[in-house]
């Protein structure tokens, strides 16, 4: 398993871990090493995950607002704890992560297989759906720019 992927996995399980006792940020910190520790043993970069947390934590209502407006049908509370840390991975990593290193697509199938992974049987679907729609309204980022001629880069 690639580590950033590894990484994913720690970082949902942790959001989930955070999620399911009462969103205490106090024992984040905690969770984190507990879960690093269990369940990446030998992973040596545990800055991703740091970095994935922090991120959801940052922007959780920003998150949560859009997850309510592509989900309409499916208030907050009643999204499995799951699939609703799963859906604030993926659109933090689609909205605010880094798309030169994880571009759009790869942030919206590496949260299916999350869902996949740790969900119930139509998690890998809600979450592609949902993930999906948010995809659609924003679409994708630089996808209208014109490419640029090679001697235009060579004059940079």
Do not use: C
Request: glycine share 8%.
């Amino acid at each position: 398993m690639a580590s950033r992927h590894l990484s994913r996995s720690v970082a949902m399980q942790s959001l989930y871990e955070w999620d399911f006792r009462g969103r205490d940020n106090a024992l984040l910190p905690e969770i984190m090493t507990h879960n690093t520790a269990e369940f990446a043993p030998g992973l040596e970069e545990t800055k991703f995950i740091k970095d994935l947390v922090g991120g959801v934590l940052e922007h959780l209502s920003q998150l949560d607002k859009i997850i309510e407006k592509a989900a309409p049908q499916w208030p907050l509370d009643q999204i499995a704890i799951v699939d609703r840390n799963v859906l604030r991975l993926g659109i933090f990593e689609l909205l605010f992560g880094k798309r030169d290193e994880v571009p759009p697509k790869v942030a919206i199938n590496e949260a299916i297989e999350l869902a996949k992974t740790f969900g119930g049987e139509a998690s890998g679907k809600f979450v592609n759906g949902v993930l999906g729609t948010i995809y659609r309204e924003i679409g994708e980022p630089g996808k209208d720019e014109a490419p640029r001629k090679k001697e235009e880069v060579n004059n940079d």
